[in-house]
């Protein structure tokens, strides 16, 4: 669906049509899902509900176009999210702050092979290894597809810091072991592929 076909569903949700408003959750669940998934894990799908339920609840206080719409609902996820993440701390059952060390070696196509897998749990869970910073910008800038203006609103940044994060979430993909590894074999042949290639694109 197009983004003329979603300002028209946008349009039809304001003034109080559902079926606009489930033609947005047609467009806006599964890259929603992505990002969640590499922010709270399995608590994706409830932070997901969270997050369209506070959506239906405010619409009618929303004012923007499509690009805006996109931004308040990753924002609307976004804060789900955090209050997630203070839930489990509180709990003592935090698992998501992950670190990894920076690494020294840039390979861009590492980081593409990583970046054109998106739909499979295999790629989300590497994203995931990334601090948290980066790789909610990389998430939000590639899956989510929103510019860095956009992302920077999402994540109350400026879009210099947006840009650092995504470089840097980027060159720690390049040089991810597993990355590396696919590279590698995909660059051996055919017959030398390592059994995640043939995964198949995870559905959400």
Known sequence: MNDGDLAGALISALNG????????WQAFQPPLLRYLRVIVGEAAEDVASETWLQAARDLGR??????GFRVWMFRIARHRAIDDRRRLRRLGEDPYDLTVQDRLVLSPDAAVEAIDRLGTSWALEVIGTLPRDQAEAVMLRVVAGLDVAQTAQVLGKRPGAVRIAAMRGLRRLANHPQVLARARARTSGPGSLSPVDSAQPEGV
């Not at 559902?18 to 947005?24: K, P, W």
């Not at 929303?62 to 690009?67: E, K, P, S, T």
């Open 17 to 24: 049509d559902e079926s606009g408003f489930a033609i947005l």
């Open 62 to 67: 929303f004012q923007g176009d499509l690009g």
